[in-house]
Nanobody, 116 residues
Framework: QVQVVESGGGLVQAGGSLRLSCAAS????????MAWYRQAPGKQRELVAD???????NYADAVKGRFTISRDNAKNTVYLQMNSLKPEDTAVYYC??????????WGQGTQVTVSS
């Protein structure tokens, strides 16, 4: 079993920055990709960014150049640095930890609200 806990959400004005953190614990020896998703009201959950164990990253077009995903394998933690935030970035952000053999483990979500 893998436990996933996110932190760092909040309310920020447009143009501001936030940094999300996600820590995994438990059966973490076989963790592969770690990812951030988000879900805005009335919309489907969408991939924001993901990162492999060796640091290869992938971003949604909507966040390229503004968000940066990183991870610390020693701490089993993934981060999402969000700069130049826009009101359309408002959503609940979820961390996804992909176990190589047991599938996906999700955090409880953290709310990010960007005011205009």
């Amino acid at each position: 079993q893998v436990q996933v806990v996110e932190s760092g959400g909040g309310l920020v004005q447009a143009g501001g920055s936030l940094r999300l953190s996600c820590a995994a614990s438990g059966s973490i020896t076989s963790i592969g990709v770690m990812a951030w998703y988000r879900q805005a009201p009335g919309k489907q959950r969408e991939l924001v960014a993901d990162i492999t164990r060796i640091g290869t990253t992938n971003y949604a077009d909507a966040v390229k150049g503004r968000f940066t995903i990183s991870r610390d394998n020693a701490k089993n933690t993934v981060y999402l640095q969000m700069n130049s935030l826009k009101p359309e970035d408002t959503a609940v952000y979820y961390c996804d930890v992909r176990h190589l053999f047991k599938g996906d483990y999700w955090g409880q979500g953290t709310q990010v609200t960007v005011s205009s």
